[in-house]
Antibody, heavy 114, light 112 residues
Framework: EVQLLESGGDLVQPGGSLRLSCGGS????????MSWVRQAPGKRLEWVSY????????YYADSVKGRFSISRDASKNTLYLQMNSLRAEDTAVYFC???????WGQGTQVTVSS | DVVMTQSPLSLPVTLGQPASISCRSS???????????LTWFQERPGQSPRRLIY???TRDSGVPDRFSGSGSGTDFTLKISGVEAEDVGVYYC?????????FGQGTKVEIK
């Protein structure tokens, strides 16, 4: 069974940085298409970023382009989301998602506030 | 960006009765392979979203057959043939045909 576990969510001040991690079991993350999806309080789900399995192609939502970066470490079987220049509107639960959204983690809370 | 519009946004249903959710996209979701890349998710209270259906009508493993998806091009529908208590939650459609991928607003299904 594939399981994903996010970590790294925290309270951070506007303009700050945070790195989210997603560990996988039952899956080799470096071979899998992976995405980050977020959900702000009371809002719809929002796709944030994607990285192609086995390759280096990455895509970002316009709202985070230039500020967020998706990457992975094959040796640690871990997916990352580096978030810089954080804004209040980035406050959300962030989910790590496998492939075309077949498996979701439990989410990690990011709060951007002074 | 492709705008995904769901209706209704709230759907009170009597147990055992059918339910239907509409999802419309601002652009066609048909790819060159002939498939439409429209996905449906269920988000139960307090749980992570769960994929129910992908490529319009392919049900995920373990999803009850009371859930069905249909449509093509820009108009899609999720149907529940007879709502059960465990179906309460928010349902989202999502397109993965055009970058950036986009979700609908969500439809909240509740029991009358």
């Amino acid at each position: 069974e594939v399981q994903l576990l996010e970590s790294g969510g925290d309270l951070v001040q506007p303009g700050g940085s945070l790195r989210l991690s997603c560990g996988g079991s039952g899956i080799t993350l470096s071979n899998s298409d992976m995405s980050w999806v977020r959900q702000a309080p009371g809002k719809r789900l929002e796709w944030v970023s994607y990285i192609q399995g086995g390759g280096t192609s990455t895509y970002y939502a316009d709202s985070v382009k230039g500020r967020f970066s998706i990457s992975r470490d094959a040796s640690k079987n871990t997916l990352y989301l580096q978030m810089n220049s954080l804004r209040a509107e980035d406050t959300a639960v962030y989910f790590c998602v496998q492939g075309h959204f077949s498996t979701w983690g439990q989410g990690t809370q990011v709060t951007v506030s002074s | 960006d492709v705008v995904m519009t769901q209706s209704p946004l709230s759907l009170p249903v009597t147990l055992g009765q059918p339910a239907s959710i509409s999802c419309r996209s601002s652009q066609s979701l048909v790819y060159s392979d002939g498939n439409s890349y429209l996905t449906w998710f269920q988000e139960r209270p307090g749980q992570s979203p769960r994929r129910l259906i992908y490529k319009v009508s392919t049900r995920d493993s373990g999803v009850p057959d009371r859930f069905s998806g249909s449509g093509s091009g820009t108009d899609f529908t999720l149907k529940i043939s007879g709502v059960e208590a465990e179906d309460v939650g928010v349902y989202y459609c999502m397109q993965v045909r055009h970058w950036p991928w986009t979700f609908g607003q969500g439809t909240k299904v509740e029991i009358k």
